[in-house]
């Protein structure tokens, strides 16, 4: 279950839940609907507690951003574990779903209208993935 923890208008933060999958899909498209209806056209999603992402998440996290960028809004993400960021490195989504370190750095991000790809002063994270951006 999606648990949104703080909106301020059209800016969204909401908490995944653990696993990101074919069996949470359903309820997490259920409450994205229900945002997107409320007027949400900047979403952060809060990944810190999650463990485990699998194709059906990552598909609906794409048709998420597609949803909001069509209404001039923007998705990104806070706080991914090691492995989720070396699994978006390897798939190359990085520069589609922009990630930061913590919730208030994407928060603030999102809140300016910016949703690029983080450098290393946004994440902090100063060594990188092999030349990958630093999600």
Same mark, same amino acid.
Do not use: K
């Given at each position: 279950?999606?648990?949104?923890?703080?909106?301020?208008?059209?800016?969204?933060?909401?908490?995944?839940?653990?696993?990101?999958?074919?069996?949470?899909?359903?309820?997490?498209?259920?409450?994205?609907? @229900?945002?997107?209806?409320?007027?949400?056209? @900047?979403?952060?999603?809060?990944?810190?507690?999650?463990?485990?992402?699998?194709?059906?998440?990552?598909?609906?996290?794409?048709?998420?951003?597609?949803?909001?960028?069509?209404?001039?809004?923007?998705?990104?993400?806070?706080?991914?574990?090691?492995?989720? @960021?070396?699994?978006?490195?390897?798939?190359?989504?990085?520069?589609?779903?922009?990630?930061?370190?913590?919730?208030?750095?994407?928060?603030?991000?999102?809140?300016?209208?910016?949703?690029? @790809?983080?450098?290393?002063?946004?994440?902090?994270?100063?060594?990188?993935?092999?030349?990958?951006?630093?999600?």
């Amino acid at each position: 279950m999606l648990d949104v923890v703080h909106r301020d208008n059209d800016l969204v933060v909401a908490a995944l839940p653990e696993d990101v999958d074919l069996f949470a899909a359903e309820s997490l498209r259920a409450e994205i609907e @229900r945002l997107l209806g409320l007027g949400c056209r @900047r979403l952060v999603l809060d990944a810190s507690r999650t463990a485990y992402l699998d194709s059906t998440g990552v598909s609906l996290m794409l048709s998420w951003r597609r949803r909001l960028e069509e209404r001039q809004g923007a998705l990104v993400l806070a706080g991914p574990n090691e492995h989720l @960021r070396r699994m978006m490195w390897i798939l190359g989504l990085e520069e589609i779903l922009p990630a930061y370190a913590t919730v208030l750095e994407a928060q603030a991000r999102v809140g300016r209208g910016l949703s690029q @790809r983080p450098t290393t002063e946004d994440t902090g994270d100063t060594q990188g993935l092999e030349g990958a951006s630093e999600v």
